[in-house]
C-alpha cells in the first residue's frame, strides 16, 4: 500500500470560507479516499474517488483527482466551526487490503 | 460508530505486563484492522486480519500479536508492554477492500 501526503500541516480560516486541502501520492492508484477526524475519535470516511472520475460532491465536500499530477484535493465549502478536525487522504488499488494514513491536514475554523 | 465498539476504552499498566484489547463488530465484516496512532506519525497499521485465523502483519507489527476465532472480535495482545507502547489504539471494519473503513472509538494505553 501506498501512503498520501497531506498538505498543508495545518490550516485555519474563518468561519464561512472555504478550506481546501492536497494530497499526493507516488503510484498509480485505483482510487482515493478521504477521512475526518474529531480531537480525541475515530476516523471517519468522507468520499472515495476512484481514478476514471475527475471530480466528486458530497453536501459541502468537492474532492478533485489528477491522476496525471499525483495529487487530490478537497474542497470544504461555507466551512463550520464542527469542521474542525484532522483530514486523511488514502489511495488504494484493487487487490490492495491496507491503507495508509500520513499525518494529515489539521483544520481549525475560527468562528 | 457503525457497530463496532473497543474494550477498555482507557488503561494505564505498568511496563512488563501483558495487556489485551478487544475490537467486537457486529457488521459480520470480513476484515478487521489494528492501527496506533501518535503525535507526528499519523495511523500505522499493526496487524489486520482477512479471515477468521487470517491475520497478517502491518507496518509496526513488533512487539504486538493478535488473534482471530470468531468473525466478530479481534484481539491485540502486547505480550510485555514497554512505554514506547503508550499510544491511542483504533480497531477498523472494512467488507472487500478497497472499500471504506469504519473506525472504532479508540483505546487510549498508557504504560509506566
Known amino acids: 500500500s501506498q501512503q498520501g501526503e497531506e498538505d498543508p500541516q495545518a490550516l485555519s480560516i474563518q468561519e464561512g470560507e472555504n478550506a481546501t486541502m492536497n494530497c499526493s501520492y507516488k503510484t498509480s492508484i485505483n482510487n482515493l479516499q478521504w477521512y475526518r477526524q474529531n480531537s480525541g475519535r475515530g476516523l471517519v470516511h468522507l468520499i472515495l474517488i476512484r481514478s476514471n472520475e475527475r471530480e466528486k460532491h458530497s453536501g459541502r465536500l468537492r474532492v478533485t483527482l489528477d491522476t496525471s499530477k499525483k495529487s487530490s484535493s478537497l474542497l470544504i465549502t461555507a466551512s463550520r466551526a464542527a469542521d474542525t478536525a484532522s483530514y486523511f487522504c488514502?489511495?488504494?488499488?484493487?487487490?490492495?487490503?491496507?491503507?495508509?494514513f500520513g499525518t494529515g491536514t489539521r483544520l481549525t475554523i475560527i468562528p | 460508530d457503525a457497530g463496532i465498539t473497543q474494550s477498555p476504552r482507557h488503561k494505564v499498566t505498568e511496563t512488563g505486563t501483558p495487556v489485551t484489547l478487544r475490537c467486537h463488530q457486529t457488521?459480520?465484516?470480513?476484515?478487521m484492522y489494528w492501527y496506533r496512532q501518535d503525535p507526528g506519525h499519523g495511523l500505522r497499521l499493526i496487524h489486520y486480519s482477512y479471515g477468521v485465523k487470517d491475520t497478517d502483519k502491518g507496518e509496526v507489527s513488533d512487539g504486538y500479536s493478535v488473534s482471530r476465532s470468531k468473525t466478530e472480535d479481534f484481539l491485540l495482545t502486547l505480550e510485555s508492554a514497554t512505554s514506547s507502547q503508550t499510544s491511542v489504539y483504533f480497531c477498523a471494519i472494512s467488507g472487500t477492500p478497497p472499500n471504506e473503513q469504519f473506525f472504532g472509538p479508540g483505546t487510549r494505553l498508557t504504560v509506566l
Open positions: 457488521e459480520n465484516h470480513r476484515y
Open positions: 488514502a489511495p488504494s488499488n484493487f487487490g490492495n487490503e491496507k491503507l495508509t
